[in-house]
C-alpha cells in the first residue's frame, strides 16, 4: 500500500486525479489536503467520499503545523501538488496570493517532505517522491511556428505563470541542492468534469446556457493545446511510478485550436442537443487580457519514449464528454456560481 499525500485535491484537476486513483488502484492511500479556497469543493469528491482509502484534511499548504502534523501522523510516500491559485486573470488583479500560495506553499511542502523523509545528510528513505503538478505557462508564449520541449528557457509573462515557474526552481533546487527526489509534471490546457466556470469552456458553456455574452478576448485567435483531464491524470501516475529522479515531463495531445474555434463548437453544441436559439451572435469580442500569451504548444515526445504515455481521449470525443457532463450537472453549476462567483464575474466582465 502507498499513500500519497495530494495537494489541491477538491480543485478540478486534482478531484479527477482522486478519483483516476480510486477506480484504477486498491492498494493507494490517498490524503487530499485543501483549504477550499473559491476553487475548491468537496462536492466533487461525492463518490469517494466514503472509500476507505480516502481521507481528507483542511488545510492551507503554507501552515507549517498542519502540513508537519500530517507527515507525524502518517507515512507518506509520494506528495503530489496541485494545491494553488490557477487564473491568469486573477494573477492580473491580485498578484499577492499567488506568490504567497503557489511559492510559498510550495517551499513549505518541500521541507515538510524533506524533513519527515530524510535519513542522513541528502539521504531520503526508499521509494519516496514530490511531484510538482506545473504548466506549459512557464516557457512563455510561441510563435506561429515550434512546440515547447523540456529544455526550453522559462520565459513567463504572467504574475501566474511567473508564480508557477518560481515554484518549479524552488523543486528544481531542492533536487540540486539537497538531493531531494523530485519530478515536474508541466501540462497544457486541461478540460474536463468539475472545471470552474470561470475558465473558458465551463464559462462559455455556462453563459450560453443562460443566454449572456460570450466574452471573447482581443481576436479569438489565440492557440491553446487542449488535454481532456484524464490523460493529465495518467501522466501523473505513469510519473510518480517511473519517472527518472530530477526530470521534467512536458504532458500535451497534440490539439492546438484557437480560442475562436472553442467558443463555435461549445455554440453548436448547445444550439443541436438543448436550445435553437443560441448562436454566434452572442459572441463579443472583448478587451484583450494584458499580456496575452498568442499560443502554447506542447512536444510530448519525452514522456511518449520514456514512459510509454499516450493520450486515450481526442478533443472531439472529450469535448462533447465534457459538454454533456455539464448538462447533467447543472445543480453542481449552479452551486460553484453562486456566491463568490457573481462578484468575481460582475466586477471581471464589467464595462468589457
Ligand atoms: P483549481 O483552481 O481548480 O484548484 C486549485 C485547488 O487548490 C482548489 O481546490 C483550492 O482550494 C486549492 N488551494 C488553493 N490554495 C490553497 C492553499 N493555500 N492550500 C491548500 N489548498 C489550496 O486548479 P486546477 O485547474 O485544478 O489546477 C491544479 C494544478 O494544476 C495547479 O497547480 C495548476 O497550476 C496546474 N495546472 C493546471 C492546468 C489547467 O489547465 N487547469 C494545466 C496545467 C497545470
Ligand atoms: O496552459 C495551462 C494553463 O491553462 C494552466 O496553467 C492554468 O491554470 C489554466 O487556467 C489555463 O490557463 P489559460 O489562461 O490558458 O486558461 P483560460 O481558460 O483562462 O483561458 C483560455 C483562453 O481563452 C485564453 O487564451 C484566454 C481566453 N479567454 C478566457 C476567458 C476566461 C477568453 O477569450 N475569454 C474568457 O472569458
Redesign the pocket.
Known amino acids: 500500500m502507498k499513500t500519497y499525500l495530494v ?10 486525479f482522486i478519483i483516476y486513483m480510486l477506480d484504477k488502484y486498491d492498494d493507494v492511500k490517498i490524503i487530499n ?9 468537496l462536492e466533487n469528491l461525492k463518490s469517494v467520499e466514503n472509500n476507505p482509502n480516502y481521507s481528507f484534511v483542511q ?5 507549517d503545523k498542519a502540513i508537519s502534523e500530517i507527515f507525524a501522523e502518517t507515512q507518506i510516500d509520494y506528495v503530489i ?7 491568469v486573470d486573477r494573477s492580473i488583479s491580485n498578484p499577492d ?1 499567488f506568490v ?3 511559492v510559498l ?1 510550495t517551499v513549505n511542502l518541500l521541507n515538510n517532505a524533506k524533513k519527515a523523509w530524510s535519513i542522513g545528510d541528502d539521504q531520503y528513505r526508499d521509494g519516496v517522491k514530490y511531484l ?6 512557464v516557457y512563455g508564449a510561441l510563435g506561429d511556428e515550434g512546440f515547447f520541449m523540456e529544455t526550453t528557457p522559462l520565459d513567463p509573462h504572467s504574475p ?1 505563470s511567473a508564480s ?1 515557474a518560481s515554484s518549479d526552481l524552488f523543486v528544481k533546487a531542492y533536487h540540486d541542492t539537497y538531493k531531494f527526489p523530485i519530478n515536474i ?7 474536463g468534469p ?3 466556470p470561470e ?1 473558458l469552456i465551463p464559462l462559455i458553456m455556462n453563459n450560453t446556457l443562460s443566454h449572456k455574452d460570450l466574452p471573447v478576448y482581443g481576436d479569438g485567435m489565440q492557440i491553446r493545446d487542449w ?1 481532456y ?1 484524464d490523460d ?1 491524470c495518467k501522466a501523473i501516475d505513469m510519473v510518480i511510478r517511473g519517472g527518472v529522479d530530477g526530470e521534467v515531463y512536458n ?1 500535451g495531445g497534440h490539439n492546438e485550436r484557437p480560442n475562436i474555434f472553442i467558443v463555435k463548437t461549445i455554440i453548436e453544441y448547445i444550439k443541436e442537443n438543448v436550445d435553437s436559439e443560441v448562436g454566434e451572435h452572442m459572441i463579443k469580442y472583448v478587451t484583450d487580457r494584458k499580456g496575452h500569451d498568442r499560443r502554447y504548444g506542447i512536444d510530448p515526445q519525452k514522456i511518449k519514449d520514456a514512459l510509454g504515455w499516450y493520450p486515450e481521449t481526442c478533443f472531439e470525443v472529450g469535448i462533447k464528454k465534457t459538454l454533456k457532463w455539464y448538462l447533467d450537472n447543472q445543480e453542481w453549476v449552479k452551486n460553484v456560481t453562486s456566491g463568490e462567483y457573481q462578484h468575481y464575474y460582475d466586477k471581471m466582465y464589467a464595462g468589457k
Open positions: 495537494t489541491g485535491g477538491a480543485g478540478f484537476i486534482g478531484s479527477n489536503v485543501d483549504a477550499l479556497t473559491y476553487a475548491g469543493n488545510a492551507d499548504i503554507r501552515d501538488n496541485f494545491a494553488a491559485e490557477s487564473h496570493i504567497k500560495t503557489n506553499g510538482q503538478v506545473s504548466t506549459d505557462e501566474y508557477k509534471t508541466r501540462c497544457s490546457n486541461n478540460y468539475f472545471q470552474f475558465k488535454l483531464v493529465h504532458v
